[in-house]
């Protein structure tokens, strides 16, 4: 079992910067991926960013040029800066990690982020 804490989400203005901060601790691979999902209510859930343990990266359209994510190996904790928000960032946004082996993924409790206009 792998158990994921999220912290940093919150209320700010349009424009306005966050940090979301995700620490990963119990059956952990040293071959993963983490990173972060969001979701608004009546809407799937969907891709914002992750960060292999090999640094790769993959973002969303939507927040490349704004976003950025970033891992602590030795922390075993994934970051995402979230610079120049929006009114349409506003979501629950979930910590994802996926362990290469045993093969699972993992979800944390989620955290929400509000961008008022």
């Known amino acids: 079992q792998v158990q994921l804490v999220e912290s940093g989400g919150g209320l700010v203005q349009a424009g306005g910067s966050l940090r979301l901060s995700c620490a990963a601790s119990?059956?952990?691979?040293?071959?993963?991926?983490m990173g972060w999902y969001r979701q608004v209510p009546g809407k799937q859930r969907e891709l914002v960013a992750v960060?292999?343990?090999?640094?790769?990266?993959n973002y969303a359209d939507s927040v490349k040029g704004r976003f950025t994510i970033s891992r602590d190996n030795a922390k075993n904790t994934v970051y995402l800066q979230m610079n120049s928000l929006k009114p349409e960032d506003t979501a629950v946004y979930y910590c994802?990690?996926?362990?290469?082996?045993?093969?699972?993924?993992?979800w944390g409790q989620g955290t929400q982020v509000t961008v008022s206009s």
């Open positions: 994802y990690y996926s362990r290469a082996w045993p093969k699972r993924d993992y």
């Open positions: 119990g059956s952990i691979s040293s071959i993963n991926t």
């Open positions: 960060i292999g343990s090999g640094g790769s990266t």
